[in-house]
Nanobody, 116 residues
């Protein structure tokens, strides 16, 4: 059964760092792309970072240079390292996994709040 579980969110001051983790089951290997998205009330969910098969990586314009997505194939975890956090990074962060011929899988999200 496919399951994505996010962790690592919390409250942090502007300029600080957080690392989000997404535990993927049964295995990273059945998917060909992973992403982190965030959503704030009243707005659409937006791409934060995405890594595809072949290690191609895309970042949202607002986070490029500050956030880093990575995957641990042994532990079946996708991480999002967030540095130099800003109040506008506040939102609920969702993990996403994609594979051919199937709907994307989503986690329940983890809240990140950045205080000024």
């Amino acid at each position: 059964q496919v399951q994505l579980v996010e962790s690592g969110g919390g409250l942090v001051q502007a300029g600080g760092s957080l690392t989000l983790s997404c535990a993927v089951s049964p295995s990273l290997s059945i998917f060909n792309a992973f992403g982190w998205y965030r959503q704030v009330p009243g707005k659409q969910r937006e791409l934060v970072a995405r890594v595809r098969e072949g290690r191609s990586v895309d970042y949202g314009d607002s986070v490029a240079g500050r956030f880093t997505i990575s995957r641990d194939n042994v532990k079946n975890v996708v991480h999002l390292q967030m540095d130099s956090l800003k109040p506008e990074d506040t939102g609920r962060y969702y993990c996403n996994a994609e594979r051919p011929f199937d709907l994307p899988a989503w986690g329940q999200g983890t809240q990140v709040t950045v205080s000024s």
